[in-house]
């Protein structure tokens, strides 16, 4: 079992940047596809970037395509969202998530093994 904690996140003014960070712990991170997902209040969790178990591919939903930018340090155990040009719709809970299978995928929820404890974006206009 994978341990995802992340960190980075605050308030952020719209158009400016916050960079969070995951750690994880646990089995061979470096065979695990990552990625990151967010939720607003009353909304459902959803999808933001994604990043292949060797960083030679990555993913973006399309609200954060351009914005934000997911990569990884296999050999410290890290994965990064950079977010740039913050919009005040860019306010949720962030969570890290590991891929429930080596070397796939995690575009959904439902590739997700494990998660992370969550960490909040508040971005003001």
């Known amino acids: 079992q994978v341990q995802l904690a992340e960190s980075g996140g605050g308030l952020g003014q719209a158009g400016g940047s916050l960079r969070l960070s995951c750690a994880a712990s646990?089995?061979?991170?470096?065979?695990?596809?990552m990625g990151w997902f967010r939720q607003a209040p009353g909304k459902e969790r959803e999808f933001v970037a994604g990043?292949?178990?060797?960083?030679?591919?990555?993913y973006y939903a399309d609200s954060v395509r351009g914005r934000f930018t997911i990569s990884r340090d296999n050999a410290k155990n890290m994965v990064y969202l950079q977010m740039n040009n913050l919009k005040p719709k860019d306010t949720a809970v962030y969570y890290c998530?590991?891929?429930?299978?080596?070397?796939?995928?995690?575009?959904?929820?439902?590739?997700?093994?494990?998660w992370g404890q969550g960490t909040q974006v508040t971005v003001s206009s």
């Open positions: 998530a590991v891929d429930r299978r080596v070397r796939g995928v995690v575009l959904t929820t439902q590739d997700v093994g494990s």
């Open positions: 646990g089995r061979t991170f470096s065979a695990y596809a």
């Open positions: 990043i292949s178990w060797n960083g030679g591919n990555t």
